[in-house]
Nanobody
Framework: QVQLVESGGGLVQAGGSLRLSCAAS????????MGWFRQAPGKERAFVAA????????RYLESVRGRFTISRDNARSTVYLQLNSLKSEDTAVYYC???????????WGQGTQVTVSS
């Protein structure tokens, strides 16, 4: 079992930045691919970014490519999502996920709210 806890969400003005963190416990984070998803009000949960266990393979939702950066620190069992140049359409609850490979996730955190004011 892997437990995931997200933090770092908040209220920010359009054009601002936030850094989300996801701390893992229960098993070594180095065994897992990690991902970030988001769910906006009235919409389904959507993929945002993912990174493989070593950090040398990343994927992004096209609309966030160049603005968001996913990274990981296996020694700290933490994965990050740097959000820059935020837009109102980035407003959502952001979820961290872990799984055996990129785009195949078995464990989920409880989410952290990101609100971007225009």
């Amino acid at each position: 079992q892997v437990q995931l806890v997200e933090s770092g969400g908040g209220l920010v003005q359009a054009g601002g930045s936030l850094r989300l963190s996801c701390a893992a416990s229960g098993r070594s984070l180095g065994n897992y691919a990690m991902g970030w998803f988001r769910q906006a009000p009235g919409k389904e949960r959507a993929f945002v970014a993912a990174i493989n266990w070593s950090g040398n393979t990343v994927r992004y939702l096209e609309s966030v490519r160049g603005r968001f950066t996913i990274s990981r620190d296996n020694a700290r069992s933490t994965v990050y999502l740097q959000l820059n140049s935020l837009k109102s359409e980035d407003t959502a609850v952001y979820y961290c996920a872990a799984g055996p490979q990129v785009m195949k996730f078995d464990y989920w955190g409880q989410g952290t709210q990101v609100t971007v004011s225009s």
